[in-house]
T-cell receptor, first 113, second 112 residues
């Protein structure tokens, strides 16, 4: 597709369950980012991948959060033992290079019951 | 204090008005500046990208950056109801950190 694709678009799960969110970046984009957006707030950086370099994990809020990326393609964000405060929209963005404009998907709306 | 401050609004204007949206920042390392528009239940959509002080125009939109004052603005001319959305400013510093730092967003409503 032409844009960043995220799945699922919505996810409802029980507290304590693990969830996996997927991001397909724009083809050819080497940089990939995950952000979290809580209701009524700005976006909060989580993790950044650039090519084959080690990811920048400085924004991950706890060790329950992890992410992987296969080469310059799909990325998955995993949240283990979900808590209610994890409820948010998780947004993925990709860019041609790391100082170029980032293009966002429509996010995954995660609700923890 | 947040690194990027943005008035959350809400801001309501009549159709055809000129809209001014602003952000201030405290980190002088910020070198790249962006404005995004976000409709309800959608991801942010890039409107403007600039990396130098001064003005950049694209259609009805003008982005202005004043690095000496650490102040950026987005102007929307001839505003339309379809411009009703949340507008987010975002910045990237020079150096190794490449994630965007966002303002909290300004909610704009253009009344027909």
């Amino acid at each position: 597709g032409a844009g960043v694709s995220q799945s699922p678009s919505n996810k409802v799960t029980e507290k304590g369950k693990d969830v996996e969110l997927r991001c397909d970046p724009i083809s050819g984009h080497t940089a990939l980012y995950w952000y979290r957006q809580r209701l009524g707030q700005g976006l909060e950086f989580l993790i950044y991948f650039q090519g084959n370099s080690a990811p920048d994990k400085s924004g991950l809020p706890s060790d329950r959060f992890s992410a992987e990326r296969t080469g310059e393609s799909v990325s998955t964000l995993t949240i283990q033992r979900t808590q209610q405060e994890d409820s948010a929209v998780y947004l993925c963005a990709s860019a041609v290079a790391d100082n170029q404009p980032q293009h966002f998907g429509d996010g995954t709306r995660l609700s923890i019951l | 204090q947040k690194e990027v401050e943005q008035d959350p609004g809400p801001l309501s204007v009549p159709e055809g008005a000129i809209v001014s949206l602003n952000c201030t920042y405290s980190n002088s390392a910020f070198q790249y500046f962006m404005w995004y528009r976000q409709y309800s239940r959608k991801g942010p959509e890039l409107l403007m990208y600039t990396y130098s002080s001064g003005n950049k125009e694209d259609g009805r939109f003008t982005a202005q950056v004043d690095k000496s004052s650490k102040y950026i603005s987005l102007f929307i001319r001839d505003s339309q109801p379809s411009d009703s959305a949340t507008y987010l400013c975002a910045m990237i510093p020079s150096g190794s950190a490449r994630q965007l730092t966002f303002g909290s967003g300004t909610q704009l409503t253009v009344l027909p």
